[in-house]
Protein backbone atom coordinates (compact mmCIF):
# COMPACT_ATOMS: atom_id res chain seq x y z
CA UNK A 1 0.00 0.00 0.00
CA UNK A 2 2.60 2.40 0.75
CA UNK A 3 4.70 2.23 -2.01
CA UNK A 4 1.13 2.84 -3.87
CA UNK A 5 1.37 6.21 -2.80
CA UNK A 6 5.11 6.47 -3.62
CA UNK A 7 4.27 5.35 -6.74
CA UNK A 8 1.22 7.89 -7.45
CA UNK A 9 3.19 10.61 -5.96
CA UNK A 10 5.89 9.96 -8.60
CA UNK A 11 3.83 9.72 -11.08
CA UNK A 12 2.30 13.12 -10.25
CA UNK A 13 5.58 14.41 -9.49
CA UNK A 14 6.59 13.58 -13.34
CA UNK A 15 3.03 14.75 -14.89
CA UNK A 16 3.33 18.34 -12.85
CA UNK A 17 6.82 19.22 -14.03
CA UNK A 18 6.08 17.64 -17.61
CA UNK A 19 2.54 20.11 -17.83
CA UNK A 20 5.43 23.20 -16.89
CA UNK A 21 7.98 22.14 -19.48
CA UNK A 22 4.92 21.98 -22.25
CA UNK A 23 3.78 25.67 -21.00
CA UNK A 24 7.66 26.68 -21.13
CA UNK A 25 7.74 24.73 -24.85
CA UNK A 26 4.43 26.93 -25.69
CA UNK A 27 6.52 29.93 -25.47
CA UNK A 28 9.04 28.69 -27.22
CA UNK A 29 7.02 27.80 -30.21
CA UNK A 30 5.25 30.66 -30.20
CA UNK A 31 8.92 32.72 -30.68
CA UNK A 32 9.67 30.08 -33.59
CA UNK A 33 5.89 30.50 -35.25
CA UNK A 34 6.35 34.28 -35.55
CA UNK A 35 10.37 34.34 -35.63
CA UNK A 36 9.87 37.43 -32.60
CA UNK A 37 12.89 38.34 -31.36
CA UNK A 38 14.34 36.07 -28.98
CA UNK A 39 16.48 38.68 -27.64
CA UNK A 40 13.48 40.93 -26.36
CA UNK A 41 14.49 42.07 -23.44
CA UNK A 42 10.44 40.92 -22.15
CA UNK A 43 10.88 37.59 -23.82
CA UNK A 44 14.11 36.69 -21.90
CA UNK A 45 12.96 37.67 -18.81
CA UNK A 46 9.81 35.79 -19.43
CA UNK A 47 11.56 32.53 -20.44
CA UNK A 48 14.36 33.04 -18.25
CA UNK A 49 11.90 32.92 -15.09
CA UNK A 50 10.21 30.14 -16.25
CA UNK A 51 13.16 28.27 -16.67
CA UNK A 52 14.69 29.10 -13.45
CA UNK A 53 11.74 28.25 -11.60
CA UNK A 54 11.38 24.90 -13.79
CA UNK A 55 14.52 24.07 -12.61
CA UNK A 56 13.68 25.17 -8.56
CA UNK A 57 10.79 22.36 -9.12
CA UNK A 58 13.04 20.04 -10.54
CA UNK A 59 15.34 20.37 -7.55
CA UNK A 60 12.54 20.46 -5.28
CA UNK A 61 11.41 16.66 -6.89
CA UNK A 62 15.15 15.46 -7.43
CA UNK A 63 15.26 16.11 -3.03
CA UNK A 64 12.54 14.61 -2.16
CA UNK A 65 12.93 10.96 -4.18
CA UNK A 66 10.01 11.57 -6.56
CA UNK A 67 12.14 11.92 -10.06
CA UNK A 68 15.73 10.94 -10.75
CA UNK A 69 18.57 13.92 -11.69
CA UNK A 70 19.30 12.25 -14.64
CA UNK A 71 14.86 12.20 -15.31
CA UNK A 72 14.92 15.97 -14.25
CA UNK A 73 17.98 16.63 -16.51
CA UNK A 74 16.54 15.45 -19.57
CA UNK A 75 13.12 17.56 -19.26
CA UNK A 76 15.17 21.07 -18.76
CA UNK A 77 17.53 19.74 -21.84
CA UNK A 78 14.93 19.42 -24.30
CA UNK A 79 13.65 22.75 -23.41
CA UNK A 80 17.18 23.88 -23.88
CA UNK A 81 17.77 22.17 -27.70
CA UNK A 82 14.27 24.31 -28.21
CA UNK A 83 15.79 27.22 -27.50
CA UNK A 84 18.87 26.61 -29.13
CA UNK A 85 16.56 25.68 -32.49
CA UNK A 86 14.77 29.32 -31.52
CA UNK A 87 18.38 31.34 -31.80
CA UNK A 88 19.02 29.53 -34.62
CA UNK A 89 16.17 29.86 -36.75
CA UNK A 90 16.31 33.82 -35.44
CA UNK A 91 20.14 33.90 -36.63
CA UNK A 92 19.28 32.55 -40.37
Known amino acids: MASDIVVDHRDKAISLLKADSDKILKLIQVQMDNL ?8 EEVLDTQMFGLSREMDFA ?3 GLISEKEGKEILAKLE ?3 SALHEAWEK
Open 36 to 43: TMPQCPLY
Open 62 to 64: VRL
Open 81 to 83: REL
